[in-house]
């Protein structure tokens, strides 16, 4: 059980460093302006997903303070 | 459960980045964008990122996919001829993945409390955004409050991008003969279309108004409620004709709207220090700091509010009426 949560917790990285990829890739080889722009947009999300997918804490809840919840 | 719900999404956001990648329609590939937006803000709402899940909807699977596709109608392309395979981006894509892979090894595992990214600031935010400032939701207490000067900076990067844009698409269209009211637009032939508009409408607006002013305490805030209550305007152009929109939002006031949030935004910082306090220092404004600081963030929000609704109703009918 611990080896499939290592392995999935290490998809969400390589995932996101996927889109990360692909974004870069139709930006550079695709000569399109429209497919660079939906490029360049997945490109910005994954750098979200960056910074978000390392700041999740299971069991807590979204950043609004409620008296129900002390993890955030 | 979380896991598996984030191991399910993020497979989603794979498979449709393969086709965007992969597909030469363009109408298919700006679709396709709009439904990985939709897909990366359900993740962000798993990965408790609310504030920025909904901006992602709204901006993402929303207004940049009615702008694309004006865009495409704009430069009449549908599809794209195939390519020589380009070893250049190949190897660069290959490299840098590769050394994002390498660096992602040091990451602290998925959904851990003892991350590195959760022992700095964070919880100094979290503990003062209840005593300090009196905001449940802290993202809206660090953005307009503790970071009320970056909002400021981005406030001011959408108004210098929307002119920026307007100016663009401006130049020619005092070339071309100026657009004739009369034009039956796209699809008010469609009798359903027309009467969910006009059903849909006053919920989208009341909608906008509720993710503004309970910004405080849920997700929500000025940057959401403005492209939602423009998306609401954009949505009336596109079913029944920009001549009724226009009536509602004329153009002159959505020009003039892209400054006067940036104004408001900035005139709050002064006015705090006319009354004494540093820029942007909300507690002097009220007799009362927590009251002072809920005027402030109400007033800042609002300047955001309108900067942003202005700019994106500018930008349709900037992208419309040089479609004509």
Do not use: C
């Amino acid at each position: 059980m611990d080896l499939i949560n290592a392995a999935l917790s290490k998809y969400v990285y390589v995932v996101t460093i996927f889109l990360m990829v692909a974004g870069l890739f139709v930006v550079v080889a695709r000569a399109n302006m429209i497919k660079k722009l939906v490029g360049l947009s997945i490109f910005q999300s994954s750098v979200y997903l960056l910074y978000l997918g390392p700041a999740k804490i299971f069991g807590a809840t979204a950043p609004i303070l409620d008296s129900d919840y002390t993890a955030y | 459960m979380e896991l598996l719900i984030s191991f399910a999404l993020f497979t989603l956001l794979g498979v449709v980045t393969v086709a965007i990648v992969s597909q030469r329609n363009l109408v298919a590939v700006v679709i396709l964008g709009s439904i990985y937006s939709f897909l990366i803000a359900s993740v962000m709402v798993v990965l408790d990122a609310v504030d920025v899940a909904l901006t992602e909807a709204s901006v993402g699977a929303g207004i940049s996919t009615v702008l694309l596709l004006a865009g495409l109608k704009l430069t009449r392309t549908r599809d794209y001829r195939g390519q020589d395979p380009n070893v250049v981006g190949a190897l660069l894509a290959i490299a840098v993945g590769g050394a994002l892979v390498w660096g992602s090894l040091v990451l602290p595992p998925f959904g851990a409390p003892d991350a590195p990214i959760h022992q700095h600031v964070a919880p100094r935010y979290i503990e003062g955004a209840g005593t300090e400032i009196g905001v449940p939701n802290i993202v809206t207490a660090v953005l307009a409050d503790y970071r009320g000067f970056d909002t400021l900076g981005e406030t001011t990067v959408v108004f210098v991008a929307g002119m920026a844009v307007l100016l663009l698409l401006r130049r020619s269209s005092l070339q071309s003969a100026p657009p004739s009211d009369d034009e039956q637009p796209a699809m008010s032939g469609d009798l359903v279309l027309r009467v969910g508009t006009k059903l849909i409408l006053p919920f989208i607006l009341l909608f906008a108004l509720y993710v503004q002013f309970h910004g405080d305490y849920g997700p929500g805030g000025g940057f959401q409620a403005g492209v939602i209550a423009a998306s609401a305007v954009i949505l009336l152009g596109l079913t029944l004709g920009l001549r009724r929109a226009r009536r509602i939002a004329p153009p002159a006031l959505a020009h003039a709207m892209i400054p006067l949030g940036v104004l408001i935004f900035a005139g709050t910082g002064v006015a705090t220090m006319l009354l004494g306090g540093d820029f942007l220092e909300y507690a002097v404004l009220a007799h009362e700091a927590k009251e002072g600081h809920h005027l402030g963030i109400m007033l800042v929000e609002a300047g955001v509010l309108v900067t942003v609704s202005g700019t994106m109703i500018s930008l349709f009918y900037a992208f419309v009426e040089r479609g004509r």
